[in-house]
């Protein structure tokens, strides 16, 4: 009975602390859209894979079904994750057969709802952060623009604490290339998403790096520009999808004899407005829902 009792009131007590921690950013999109994961979950997981704690003020937990995964392997050494903007589930959905090679190159595929308002720097700042907008500092678009925006230690703080080296290569003056300055990683700015990609191989081939970010904005310009489905939009698409698979074969060669584990990580996706230009920002599914796509890469 008194065991029954303390249960009882450890049932009681830990109630407002779930409810707290269920209850923020992180959460708002995954249950209006009944998703069990979130797009900040890219941090802590990756964190876990690699044997380094996750960020001080990390929120968001790793994914279960990756942990799993994982479990009784050997740690990641190295990690690529490649950022194409605004390539959402609404568009991988509709062109399934342009997509195949990304599926070939995952061994696991989530889909995830992101934060609000679903624009780049504030779902950016939650992927690499593991905390909702409401904690990493970056509320609006504009935000982006503040000096050292990202109030909390990033994934990349954390990568470093552990004696780890990263690089974040973006076109100049975009999201990635600005929010995350005076955190713990080299920046590596170019003039557009070709150059980022050749600059991805071409530290990869170097290998002085243990976790590498590319970013590549394109499709997100031509939809905004032309649409989200336009022919230029759509040959944006197809570029995204062939640097990210590019990039794992660089890495499967330079990283021969490393476990690692890559992944393709958008923000958000978009939708046409009634002058059928591409916007987003919204709650709704077209902009809040994308599907990360993991690699785990074990050679050893
Ligand atoms: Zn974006």
């Known amino acids: 009975m008194k065991h029954f009792l303390t249960l009882i009131l450890t049932l009681v007590l830990s109630i407002p602390a779930l409810a ?14 009944g998703l069990s994961y979130s797009t900040a979950q890219a941090t802590p ?41 605004a390539t959402g589930k609404f568009i991988v959905k509709k062109y399934q057969e342009d997509w195949k090679p990304v599926y070939a190159a995952s061994t696991h595929v989530v889909t995830a ?4 308002p679903s624009v780049t720097p504030v779902c950016f700042g939650a992927i690499f952060t593991g905390c909702p907008p409401e904690v ?10 503040k000096p050292n925006p990202i109030k909390v230690e990033t994934l990349f703080d954390a990568f470093s604490k552990a004696g780890k080296k990263c ?5 100049k003056n975009c999201s990635i290339d600005l929010i995350f300055r005076g955190h713990q990683a080299d920046f590596y700015t170019t003039k557009n998403s070709e150059e980022s990609v050749a600059t991805a191989k071409k530290l990869l ?32 698409m197809k570029d995204s999808i062939r640097y990210y698979t590019e990039l794992v074969e660089v890495a499967d060669q330079a990283w021969a004899d490393k ?19 591409g916007t987003h920002g919204s709650a709704q599914a077209s902009d809040a829902i994308v599907n990360h796509f993991y690699r785990l890469r074990y050679v050893k």
Do not use: R
């Not at 690089?167 to 076109?171: L, Q």
């Open 45 to 85: 997981t990756i964190c876990a894979l690699c044997g380094v704690d996750a960020p001080k003020d990390c929120v968001a937990k790793p994914m279960d079904f990756i942990l799993t995964a994982a479990k009784d392997k050997p740690t990641m050494e190295k990690v690529l994750i490649f950022c194409p903007d």
């Open 136 to 145: 990493h500092g970056i509320l609006q678009y504009n935000d982006k623009y």
């Open 205 to 236: 081939q170097e290998n002085n790096y243990d976790l590498i970010v590319c970013y590549d904005g394109n499709y997100d310009s031509t939809m905004h520009a032309n649409g989200v489905f336009a022919e230029k939009s759509l040959a944006a």
């Open 167 to 171: 690089a974040v290569i973006a076109e």
């Open 20 to 33: 707290q921690d269920a209850d923020n950013g992180l959460t708002v999109l995954m249950k209006k859209h």
């Open 259 to 277: 476990n690692y584990v890559s992944v393709f990580s958008p923000d958000h996706g978009a939708h046409n407005t009634k002058e059928g230009k």
């Open 113 to 116: 709802a992101n934060v609000l």
